[in-house]
């Protein structure tokens, strides 16, 4: 008999095989209670000092999460401290208890959810989150009213220490979350949650293997049965059999080796083994992209696909939306990270309901990107305010795609100037500086770097169209696979042509297309002397890894060789037999 | 009583970092210190009200207090949202 599974949502990746603990949510005091007149004084004393202990209890976890270094979530919980002290919080429970005559636990969780429903209906995503930690303080003061201490959950996994335990909980709080112990918890699975809840980011910065979102079959599981997580596929095997157990072992150690060599990277800066520094940032599609390319190490947006904002609606997004979805991308990374935003890239492969394009026989050389926004410039102004309005809370930059000639450049640029001229007289805050360039995608626009670059701010080079336009092959034919390949002489010859011409007016270079995040690749465009690679966010840690590993002064000439050779085959072979660091 | 107004610099306006700082600043005052934004006036010793008045940057807040080390108080809260400080 198989093993039965459960699916849920895969929210951090990794293998973990353990018992299960179920952790049960203690059930929150129902409707209100009252004490009888003259209980007040007694009560409020009882309520202080669950409050004081409650204190010593956050204290101790805070400073343990500091003395790990988890300055991150240790900040979660001098916010928690601070909320202890808060007057609308504990102050309103207090007021509860002395005019209403509440029972304690009554008015701490009345109190608890006023604030909480307060903070949630704001229009701020940061601010809906706040609310989490508002019910969680108020639970914890709640425990202890009643004499328990944290989690006693938590506490009988810890206690069993032979093998690792797996936990199953209906959701986690945060306080849960980053208290979980990565030498006794080996992963968690919850019947709630989507991959961008607090217990989800925390797992994946922790590095536990989590499932969420399983529903209610993750609560049906039986204390102490073996189970086995797969964090990668969202997938919980129970009971599992001998041969799923040794697959599974040899995945968990192999993962486990591997991870533990690339965490050294993350929150270091990009630099080669002689000390020169380049940018190592991620391509996204969406906020929730972005959230995960920061937990992966990219230092920022190298390429951020619009065009998913438009596609799978009947309408268009509206400014605002549009304007949402960037701040939050924004926000994923800290404040002065590059976020570089394209405009929408429809057409060609990705078709729109909302604008009712014809059908075309070659849509690739067709009616796409810019060309359908400086044909429709209400539709293309509308994003730019929105990238524009953005700008006011990060680095963003704006990128035009598919620019083929220097009139299109201009009148993009014109558009964009339109566009921040509307929101001065609207007395709309934007940055003035922001950064307008284009992706180097057509090689008309690559042959004409030298023109471009007096204009531009930075050129993108887009590797997958350019190959394909510059070698007249379908990249979805999978016939044409040996032209598909930006290791071609002539297509490294753009890229050797588009990074000097850029170079020369002192603009800087980015690639986001597959060949920057390709290890192959990467010596020699750090040879040409790329500053900037963009690429999938898992990416981002090995590249950052062989990085470390590679001389840039000794590739410049490796960079010139490789323009003499006969194909991307030979450029291969050279690149492997010349760096040895590809494979330490 | 004093009362300053001052323009949010913070990118992302008065979020976790510079709330925590805000109340910290108030409670050098011993008597009341309030925030007004829009018509929406609340006492900057609560993380929870700092929070709820939902200021973006180039929002404007006066600040306000009475008692005790009030001057000292509004100032450094001043500081908090003058300052662009990276979160």
């Given at each position: 008999?198989?093993?039965?599974?459960?699916?849920?949502?895969?929210?951090?990746?990794?293998?973990?095989?353990?018992?299960?603990?179920?952790?049960?949510?203690?059930?929150?005091?129902?409707?209100?209670?009252?004490?009888?007149?003259?209980?007040?004084?007694?009560?409020?004393?009882?309520?202080?000092?669950?409050?004081?202990?409650?204190?010593?209890?956050?204290?101790?976890?805070?400073?343990?999460?500091?003395?790990?270094?988890?300055?991150?979530?240790?900040?979660?919980?001098?916010?928690?401290?601070?909320?202890?002290?808060?007057?609308?919080?504990?102050?309103?429970?207090?007021?509860?208890?002395?005019?209403?005559?509440?029972?304690?636990?009554?008015?701490?969780?009345?109190?608890?959810?006023?604030?909480?429903?307060?903070?949630?209906?704001?229009?701020?995503?940061?601010?809906?989150?706040?609310?989490?930690?508002?019910?969680?303080?108020?639970?914890?003061?709640?425990?202890?009213?009643?004499?328990?201490?944290?989690?006693?959950?938590?506490?009988?996994?810890?206690?069993?220490?032979?093998?690792?335990?797996?936990?199953?909980?209906?959701?986690?709080?945060?306080?849960?979350?980053?208290?979980?112990?990565?030498?006794?918890?080996?992963?968690?699975?919850?019947?709630?949650?989507?991959?961008?809840?607090?217990?989800?980011?925390?797992?994946?910065?922790?590095?536990?293997?989590?499932?969420?979102?399983?529903?209610?079959?993750?609560?049906?599981?039986?204390?102490?049965?073996?189970?086995?997580?797969?964090?990668?596929?969202?997938?919980?095997?129970?009971?599992?059999?001998?041969?799923?157990?040794?697959?599974?072992?040899?995945?968990?150690?192999?993962?486990?080796?591997?991870?533990?060599?690339?965490?050294?990277?993350?929150?270091?800066?990009?630099?080669?083994?002689?000390?020169?520094?380049?940018?190592?940032?991620?391509?996204?599609?969406?906020?929730?992209?972005?959230?995960?390319?920061?937990?992966?190490?990219?230092?920022?947006?190298?390429?951020?696909?619009?065009?998913?904002?438009?596609?799978?609606?009947?309408?268009?997004?509206?400014?605002?939306?549009?304007?949402?979805?960037?701040?939050?991308?924004?926000?994923?990374?800290?404040?002065?990270?590059?976020?570089?935003?394209?405009?929408?890239?429809?057409?060609?492969?990705?078709?729109?309901?909302?604008?009712?394009?014809?059908?075309?026989?070659?849509?690739?050389?067709?009616?796409?990107?810019?060309?359908?926004?400086?044909?429709?410039?209400?539709?293309?102004?509308?994003?730019?305010?929105?990238?524009?309005?953005?700008?006011?809370?990060?680095?963003?930059?704006?990128?035009?795609?598919?620019?083929?000639?220097?009139?299109?450049?201009?009148?993009?640029?014109?558009?964009?100037?339109?566009?921040?001229?509307?929101?001065r007289s609207a007395n709309i805050a934007f940055n003035e500086q922001i950064e307008a360039g284009i992706m180097i995608e057509i090689p008309a626009a690559a042959q004409m770097a030298d023109r471009f670059a007096r204009e531009v701010d930075f050129f993108s080079i887009g590797t997958n169209d350019l190959v394909q336009?510059?070698?007249?092959?379908?990249?979805?034919?999978?016939?044409?696979?040996?032209?598909?390949?930006?290791?071609?002489?002539?297509?490294?010859?753009?890229?050797?042509?588009?990074?000097?011409?850029?170079?020369?007016?002192?603009?800087?270079?980015?690639?986001?297309?597959?060949?920057?995040?390709?290890?192959?690749?990467i010596p020699i465009l750090l040879g040409m002397g790329l500053d900037e690679f963009s690429m999938s966010a898992s990416a981002v840690l090995p590249a950052r890894a062989l990085l470390s590993r590679l001389d840039r002064a000794k590739l410049a000439s490796l960079a010139e060789a490789v323009l003499d050779l006969d194909?991307?085959?030979?450029?291969?072979?050279?690149?492997?037999?010349?760096?040895?660091?590809?494979?330490? | 009583?004093?009362?300053?107004?001052?323009?949010?610099?913070?990118?992302?306006?008065?979020?976790?970092?510079?709330?925590?700082?805000?109340?910290?600043?108030?409670?050098?005052?011993?008597?009341?210190?309030?925030?007004?934004?829009?018509?929406?006036?609340?006492?900057?010793?609560?993380?929870?009200?700092?929070?709820?008045?939902?200021?973006?940057?180039?929002?404007?807040?006066?600040?306000?207090?009475?008692?005790?080390?009030?001057?000292?108080?509004?100032?450094?809260?001043?500081?908090?949202?003058?300052?662009?400080?990276?979160?």
């Amino acid at each position: 008999m198989m093993a039965t599974e459960i699916k849920g949502i895969a929210a951090s990746e990794g293998y973990a095989i353990g018992r299960a603990v179920i952790l049960r949510e203690e059930a929150a005091p129902q409707g209100i209670t009252y004490i009888d007149a003259g209980q007040e004084e007694a009560e409020l004393t009882r309520f202080d000092s669950a409050v004081t202990a409650a204190r010593g209890e956050l204290e101790a976890i805070h400073a343990r999460m500091l003395e790990d270094g988890r300055e991150k979530e240790a900040e979660i919980f001098e916010a928690h401290l601070m909320l202890l002290e808060d007057e609308e919080l504990i102050g309103a429970a207090q007021e509860k208890i002395r005019g209403q005559r509440y029972k304690a636990e009554a008015a701490m969780n009345k109190a608890g959810e006023d604030v909480a429903s307060m903070l949630a209906a704001l229009d701020d995503e940061y601010l809906r989150e706040r609310a989490a930690d508002v019910r969680d303080v108020s639970k914890r003061v709640i425990r202890k009213l009643s004499g328990a201490s944290d989690s006693d959950a938590m506490q009988a996994a810890a206690g069993d220490s032979k093998s690792k335990s797996i936990l199953f909980a209906f959701d986690l709080t945060p306080s849960d979350t980053a208290q979980l112990d990565p030498s006794v918890i080996g992963g968690f699975v919850t019947a709630a949650g989507g991959r961008t809840s607090h217990s989800a980011i925390i797992a994946r910065s922790v590095g536990i293997p989590a499932i969420v979102g399983a529903g209610e079959a993750a609560l049906q599981i039986e204390d102490g049965k073996l189970v086995i997580v797969d964090g990668a596929a969202g997938l919980v095997l129970v009971d599992p059999k001998d041969d799923e157990l040794a697959r599974y072992e040899a995945l968990r150690q192999q993962a486990e080796g591997k991870r533990a060599l690339l965490e050294q990277f993350r929150g270091k800066p990009s630099v080669s083994a002689d000390g020169h520094q380049v940018e190592l940032v991620a391509n996204i599609g969406s906020a929730q992209d972005a959230v995960a390319a920061s937990e992966h190490g990219a230092e920022g947006v190298g390429l951020f696909r619009t065009e998913f904002l438009y596609m799978g609606r009947p309408d268009l997004p509206t400014e605002d939306e549009q304007f949402t979805a960037y701040k939050e991308v924004a926000e994923a990374f800290g404040h002065g990270a590059p976020i570089v935003i394209r405009t929408m890239d429809i057409g060609g492969d990705k078709e729109l309901p909302s604008l009712q394009l014809e059908k075309e026989d070659n849509p690739f050389l067709g009616y796409r990107a810019i060309r359908i926004c400086l044909d429709r410039p209400e539709l293309f102004k509308t994003q730019l305010r929105a990238v524009l309005r953005a700008s006011a809370f990060g680095e963003l930059k704006v990128m035009f795609p598919m620019i083929a000639t220097l009139g299109e450049w201009r009148q993009a640029k014109g558009l964009l100037e339109q566009a921040k001229q509307e929101l001065r007289s609207a007395n709309i805050a934007f940055n003035e500086q922001i950064e307008a360039g284009i992706m180097i995608e057509i090689p008309a626009a690559a042959q004409m770097a030298d023109r471009f670059a007096r204009e531009v701010d930075f050129f993108s080079i887009g590797t997958n169209d350019l190959v394909q336009y510059t070698m007249a092959a379908d990249r979805m034919n999978p016939k044409l696979g040996y032209l598909s390949d930006p290791l071609h002489p002539p297509v490294l010859r753009l890229i050797d042509q588009v990074i000097r011409a850029a170079h020369k007016e002192n603009k800087w270079v980015g690639m986001c297309g597959e060949m920057a995040g390709t290890p192959i690749a990467i010596p020699i465009l750090l040879g040409m002397g790329l500053d900037e690679f963009s690429m999938s966010a898992s990416a981002v840690l090995p590249a950052r890894a062989l990085l470390s590993r590679l001389d840039r002064a000794k590739l410049a000439s490796l960079a010139e060789a490789v323009l003499d050779l006969d194909d991307a085959e030979a450029v291969r072979a050279y690149v492997e037999q010349q760096v040895p660091e590809l494979n330490p | 009583m004093v009362e300053k107004a001052y323009v949010v610099m913070n990118p992302t306006g008065i979020h976790a970092r510079p709330a925590k700082k805000i109340v910290e600043a108030a409670k050098i005052c011993e008597g009341t210190v309030y925030l007004e934004k829009g018509g929406r006036k609340v006492s900057a010793k609560s993380l929870v009200n700092v929070l709820s008045i939902g200021a973006k940057q180039n929002d404007t807040v006066t600040v306000s207090a009475e008692g005790e080390k009030a001057e000292a108080a509004v100032d450094a809260i001043g500081a908090v949202l003058a300052t662009a400080e990276a979160e």
